[in-house]
């Protein structure tokens, strides 16, 4: 009785422990991902406004597949040059998500967060834009 009791005591916080740093390591890899194909789809566009959709809809893709929420996440684009789709010119976009505690039913109410996770990644416009 007692061994039993001890180990649903003990085992119930490290499997939690475990899936909540699980969600941290998915929700890293999506960041790292989403980020890197949002600045990618970012430079291949024409126009800023086609350029900042088409990137957000990468990094709705990238979340997804990793099993986070878009609302859960921010983008910020930045540019070196006054026109961010200049040939030469550098675009950076960062991508920021918080990572809700796994199994808590008023955790969005509440902000229970995890994680704050953010990662950037660079590139440049070619020249035969």
Request: contains cysteine; negative net charge.
């Amino acid at each position: 009785m007692e061994f039993t009791f001890l180990a649903l005591l003990l085992m119930v916080p490290v499997v939690y422990f475990m899936v909540t740093v699980s969600q941290i390591q998915g929700g890293s890899f999506a960041v790292v991902g989403a980020a890197d194909q949002a600045a990618k789809v970012f430079v291949t566009q024409r126009d800023p406004v086609s350029a900042r959709i088409a990137a957000e809809r990468s990094v709705l893709v990238a979340l997804k597949d990793h099993g986070h929420e878009f609302e859960k996440a921010s983008i910020t684009f930045e540019c070196d040059r006054e026109s961010c789709l200049a040939a030469g010119a550098t675009v950076t976009v960062t991508v920021r998500l918080d990572v809700s505690l796994p199994l808590m039913p008023f955790g969005d109410v509440l902000q229970l967060h995890a994680s704050r996770l953010s990662a950037s990644a660079s590139q440049v416009v070619g020249r035969n834009q």
